[in-house]
């Protein structure tokens, strides 16, 4: 059963950045595809950014150019480096496995990320 576990969220001012972390185990990591997703209060859960194991990315268009989704296939990690964080950018982060472009794994705790001044 894969489980996942995030990191590195935090309280940041307007413009800062912050590096997500995703330890994912009991499976074969390097053949997932891998999805950052997140939930502000009150709104459905958004898939933000999206790696495939050969390396090619996707991200929703609130994100694109600040965002950056990475992984490590050795260490089984994916990433989310976050910059110039915006307030509507507070939510929590958590990340999934995909299958058919759908979430396929059971969602871990999540990390808070809070941007305000």
């Known amino acids: 059963q894969v489980q996942l576990v995030e990191s590195g969220g935090g309280l940041v001012q307007p413009g800062g950045s912050l590096r997500l972390s995703c330890a994912l185990s009991g499976s074969i990591f390097r053949t997932y595809v891998m999805g950052w997703y997140r939930q502000a209060p009150g709104k459905q859960r958004e898939l933000v950014a999206a790696?495939?194991?050969?390396?090619?990315?996707n991200y929703a268009d609130s994100v694109k150019g600040r965002f950056t989704i990475s992984r490590d296939n050795a260490t089984n990690t994916v990433y989310l480096h976050m910059n110039s964080l915006k307030p509507e950018d507070t939510a929590v982060y958590y990340c999934?496995?995909?299958?058919?472009?759908?979430?396929?794994?059971?969602w871990g705790q999540g990390t808070q990320v809070t941007v305000s001044s």
């Open positions: 790696i495939r194991s050969g390396g090619d990315t």
């Open positions: 999934n496995v995909l299958l058919a472009g759908r979430p396929a794994g059971s």
